[in-house]
């Protein structure tokens, strides 16, 4: 359960924290939900409830809009929408959460793709009187398609079908069926109901068929620590440190490469190979913010020490000799499109930035553009506009050194830069390499 | 990574700190002239904190700067001019009262007259004149609802705005960093840090803070149910807002003329820490007049090129 405090616990006490992406428009109760998780544990301040209140109340609304929480910018106020990723942060004694608050229409694909990319567990909120419709079919397949790997389907608005089992029953079969298709990997139902808060913190006298957990308490609870990769050893070097101008004579010869562990644990002592070069050396030194470590893990941000001189520079990998990313200049990936300034489309030349390396790339095909409401893969598309997903081969000036997304989200992952704009167009999920 | 390193689970706050970390080293590595805001205040203390951590033994490879409204609370100063020189770092100080007498902006008049406002200009042309290609801030995302939608590397156009419609995705720990020349990004490296993170970071780091962080007696007014400072005389008082003597910390630092203090006997960082972890009121809302304007105060200013 909450803590009687706003926010956090202030204890001091080590906890460790939940990023979860909510799915769902204002119709199906997403902003009242996360309205409702920030003020049943106790995450809302006074002043900002009574300013809550007070718009609600002058709007002549019956509840206390709790959706007016979570809504920032002028224009979602004015117009009842969600435009962009909100963050959100509550605590309890066990987790810190951080909630990537997404709107959930069709035309803020890119913005779920963006909230999903970060995310330990995704929240889909199904309408109970509607049950599974066109966009619970997009929101779980961009879910699996980003590789989150907690799935909770939050049947809403249990309180308008008369806290029905039958119904939650029958949306559950849906789902179950359809999400098989997807692969999902943990997938959690709960019915619920955010407006009158059943089984958001405690469970609820009005489902007592109802034998699960609350959404809170799964919040707590679901298991995330393997969730990382811990076996297979990515670093990719992001900064060099070398402190030459120090009178120090023991910092004269520091050479340090700076970067967040992608993958597996590094120890002092370990034999690893520097990329693209192929020369192997051993780690030395780790050094932590806080001083010498004795192992490094995703997602640590530490200084890595080696026995020999290599020229090891920004955009280089860090592996195991044994076990390297691929080395490839051809990719295949899934893209998600993001700008509606123009279209993807063959022969379009971009800026690709994976781990810490930019290079520039050119869309050498696509192979289908992919109906994220069906799944149907349209062969005969010549491009890809705003939201679109579809299947791409990339052709890249440099190697990178990369992993399947599957297996790695941040080896895996990259975006795609346009040259001209600057702007983020695209994220991409590789699939395979060459 | 002390404490839970053999679980292979780091804590939250050695997530966060990794996070940061990792945010620093990559404006570093891709932009030609960051710089650090720095106030004095907790956040951009902890910021210049995990700065050092991030290059560390190497110094930190960018200076800080502060805007000065010249409505300082004299520790304040004397802290920041103490911590800069022990850090080694250059200090950029660029100052609103130069921007009042240089014409470029125009001091505001009347008893809720504050320098808050003008600090967008002096910033933006401290930004131009120096060619400041990034710069890091200390806000946080739960602060404020406007700053709960924006980005941890987020685009200015040349004219300093933001435009909170038209931000670029964010994905993984992929920051872009492509401007044009005129151009720049403000950095929020604490982006996903609340205020209670903060305090428990500068409790097990044992960061210093400037001493009116914690009680102590000082002469004050109260307006719109707000303890405001009457002792540097930068806040307009009325003659029907009568001063008194109470024991006070602050909760932010900001400008003195718009910063309201809270009645606290909190001397020591956990009986601190203790109070603001019962507290029920936001820390901007308690303290904070300037955003009180509207319910859009914040969105507006950030529009302009504010912090």
Redesign the interface.
């Known amino acids: 359960m909450a803590s009687t405090?706003?926010?956090?616990?202030?204890?001091?006490k080590?906890?460790?924290?939940l990023r979860f992406a909510t799915a769902g428009s204002v119709d199906d109760g997403k902003s009242t939900l996360i309205g409702r998780l920030l003020f049943d544990s106790k995450s809302i301040?006074?002043?900002?409830l009574e300013?809550v209140e007070r718009?609600s109340a002058d709007r002549g609304e019956e509840y206390t809009n709790l959706a007016l929480l979570?809504?920032?910018?002028?224009?979602e106020?004015e117009q009842g929408i969600t435009?962009?990723?909100?963050?959100?942060?509550f605590?309890t004694p066990r987790r810190?959460f951080?909630i990537a608050d997404t709107p959930g229409h069709i035309q803020y694909t890119?913005?779920m793709?963006?909230g999903a990319?970060?995310a330990d567990l995704a929240i889909i909120l199904v309408d109970a009187r509607k049950g599974i419709l066109e966009q619970s079919r997009r929101h779980a397949f961009l879910t699996t398609l980003l590789k989150v790997p907690h799935l909770v389907v939050a049947v809403n608005k249990m309180d308008l079908v008369d806290y029905d089992q039958q119904v939650y029953e029958r949306i559950v079969d849906e789902f179950a069926t359809f999400a098989a298709r997807l692969h999902a990997r943990d997938l959690t139902f709960i019915p619920l109901s955010a407006l009158h808060g059943d089984n958001v913190v405690e469970r609820s006298g009005n489902m007592p068929w109802y034998e699960g957990s609350s959404l809170l308490h799964h919040l707590e609870h679901v298991h995330i620590?393997s969730d990382r990769n811990?076996i297979d050893v990515r670093f990719p070097v992001?900064?060099v440190?070398?402190?030459h101008k120090?009178t120090d004579p023991e910092?004269h010869d520091?050479r340090g490469y700076?970067?967040?562990v992608a993958g597996g644990?590094l120890k002092p002592g370990d034999e690893v190979v520097h990329l693209p070069s192929g020369l192997t050396t051993t780690i030395t030194h780790i050094?932590?913010?806080?001083g010498p470590?004795?192992?490094a893990?995703a997602?640590?941000?530490v200084?890595l020490r080696l026995a020999d001189d290599i020229d090891i520079s920004?955009g280089d990998m860090i592996a195991r000799p044994g076990n390297r990313p691929e080395v490839a200049q051809d990719l295949e990936a899934m893209v998600c499109w993001?700008t509606p300034d123009r279209q993807l489309s063959p022969r379009m030349k971009l800026?690709v930035?994976?781990t810490?390396r930019t290079a520039r790339a050119m869309v050498k095909d696509l192979h289908y553009r992919l109906d994220v409401n069906t799944l149907h893969r349209d062969e005969s598309a010549t491009g890809l506009g705003l939201n679109e997903i579809g299947r791409i081969s990339l052709r890249v000036t440099q190697p990178l050194f990369v992993d399947d997304y599957g297996r790695n989200?941040?080896t895996g992952?990259?975006?795609l830069?346009d040259e001209a704009t600057?702007?983020?167009v695209a994220?991409g999920m590789i699939t395979g390499a060459r | 990574?002390?404490?839970?390193?053999t679980?292979?689970?780091?804590?939250?706050?050695?997530?966060?700190?990794?996070?940061s970390?990792?945010i620093i080293?990559?404006v570093?590595?891709e932009f030609e002239r960051p710089v650090l805001l720095f106030s004095g205040g907790k956040d951009s203390i902890v910021m210049l904190h995990l700065a050092k951590?991030?290059?560390?033994?190497?110094?930190v490879p960018f200076p800080v700067m502060h805007v000065d409204t010249g409505h300082n609370f004299p520790e304040v100063i004397e802290y920041r001019d103490r911590r800069v020189a022990e850090t080694g770092v250059r200090l950029v100080v660029a100052s609103v009262q130069a921007s009042i007498d240089a014409g470029r902006v125009v001091e505001e008049s009347g008893r809720r007259a504050s320098r808050n406002r003008l600090q967008t200009t002096t910033l933006l042309d401290a930004i131009e004149q120096h060619r400041f290609d990034a710069a890091f801030g200390g806000a946080r995302?739960?602060e404020e609802?406007?700053r709960?939608?924006e980005r941890v590397v987020s685009f200015r156009d040349e004219f300093g705005q933001w435009d909170?419609?038209n931000?670029?995705?964010?994905?993984?720990?992929?920051y872009?960093t492509?401007?044009?020349q005129g151009e720049h990004v403000r950095v929020f490296p604490l982006?996903?840090w609340?205020?209670?993170?903060i305090?428990?970071y500068i409790?097990?780091e044992r960061l210093e803070l400037p001493s009116i962080y914690f009680a102590h007696t000082r002469r004050v007014f109260e307006r719109d149910g707000m303890l405001l400072d009457a002792q540097t005389g930068f806040a307009n008082r009325g003659e029907d807002e009568p001063e008194f003597a109470a024991s006070v910390r602050y909760r932010t630092v900001g400008d003195a003329s718009c910063t309201g203090a809270v009645k606290s006997t909190a001397a020591t960082l956990d009986e601190v820490?203790?109070e603001?972890?019962?507290?029920?009121?936001?820390e901007r809302?308690?303290t904070r007049a300037d955003d009180r304007a509207s319910?859009?105060a914040m969105?507006d200013r950030k529009k302009e090129g504010y912090f």
Request: no cysteine.
């Open positions: 405090t706003p926010g956090i616990t202030g204890t001091g080590s906890m460790d924290i301040f006074e002043d900002q300013s718009t979570t809504d920032g910018l002028r224009a106020r435009i962009d990723v909100a963050y959100r942060y605590a810190k951080i890119r913005n793709v963006t990319s970060t620590a811990l992001q900064y440190i070398r402190p120090s910092l520091y700076a970067g967040q644990v050094d932590g913010p806080n470590v004795q192992e893990y997602p640590m941000s200084t920004r993001m800026l930035k994976h810490t989200r941040l992952g990259f975006i830069i600057h702007n983020t994220a | 990574m002390s404490r839970s390193a679980s292979l689970s780091p804590s939250q706050l050695d997530v966060l700190e990794a996070e970390i990792h080293r990559e570093a590595a951590k991030a290059f560390w033994p190497a110094p995302r739960d609802k406007a709960a939608k909170p419609k931000q670029r995705p964010e994905l993984w720990n992929l872009n492509r401007i044009r982006s996903n609340t205020e209670l993170d305090w428990d409790r097990r820490i203790e603001i972890a019962a507290t029920r009121v936001t809302g308690q319910e859009a969105e």
